[in-house]
């Protein structure tokens, strides 16, 4: 297993040097590379002399040429490569050139020694859910209808809050008040959803949370729901439109739609290196236990 896709889209002066030593890693253990159009375009002058490479640029031209992708940034950089990676089932490791990054496991002064352990195959896969957008179709312009993290419906700032209808498997759930509501993956439970009071779901708990967003109503809270359920969701309240996103794709909608979600057909695996785990994960990025007192 060598062959490693690499993606990316902005890489700062700083890390350059991180990068560099990714590239002269996979050189001396003769993998082979492929590189996001866009983001080799930005990173040219971060290749070793000798190391051959190709390009892909869609999902056709990474499907089936890659093992593994190597996601250079953060969590919305992951993000930004699942439409690329798509159902093709390529495993995503993130190399965190930022600070917080959940998804994004490998500090980028731990470079060397993941780049041995990958291509030695130590290392384990997890299985992510997705969130699929039935209806309506062609929201999005790149026909992207799934995410990883969540799904976000809220109110323009100018205009006032959203009755939100949510209906899970066509049981009425409740009319929420307020800036919005948020759909979020296990794995968008430790990002917008947990800044807005929503719990920490482990990656394989097969569940999906809703989250009220500055709720009106404050005995309101956030929800757990089994993850085989279809979510329907209607917007009301004095605006005629309102405002959607999926990760980090938006878009204005009417409030005549009504928008049906439910678990994508497929996962998006990514790395987790050997000794790590997903509460080890949670503890230091969050610092529990990190006080003075202690």
Known sequence: MNRIAIFGRNLSDENKPYMRRL???????????????????????????????????????????????????GDGTILDAVPLIGDS??????INMGRLGFISSV???????????????????????????VAPQG???????????????????????????????????NTYWGDGILMATPTGSTAYSLSAGGPILTPD?????????????????????PDDSVVRIHVEGREKKFVFSMDSRVSALDTSVELVVRKAD?????????????????????????????
């Open 205 to 225: 708990s097969r569940s999906f949370v809703i989250t009220p967003i500055a709720a009106h109503n404050l005995t309101v809270r956030p929800i757990v729901i």
């Open 89 to 94: 089932g390529i495993p995503v490791l993130g």
């Open 107 to 133: 500090a980028k002064d731990e470079i060397g020694k993941a780049v041995e352990e990958i291509l030695q195959g130590h290392y384990t896969t997890e299985a992510r859910t997705l969130l699929e957008l």
């Open 266 to 294: 497929f996962c998006i695996h990514t790395v987790r290196m050997e000794g790590n785990d997903f509460f080890s994960t949670i503890r230091n990025k969050l610092m529990w236990g990190k006080d003075n007192r202690n």
């Open 139 to 173: 929201v999005f312009h790149d026909a992207v209808n799934y995410a990883l993290n969540e799904i976000n419906i809220i109110r323009n700032p100018e205009h006032s809050l959203l009755a939100i209808k949510v209906f899970v498997n066509d049981v009425f759930l």
């Open 23 to 73: 590239l002269s890693e996979l050189l001396d253990r003769q993998a082979e590379v492929l590189v996001y159009q866009p983001f080799h375009e930005r990173v040219a002058d971060c290749f070793p002399v000798g190391l051959a490479c190709r390009l892909f640029a869609d999902p056709a031209s990474l499907k089936g040429h890659a093992d593994l992708l190597f996601s250079i940034g």
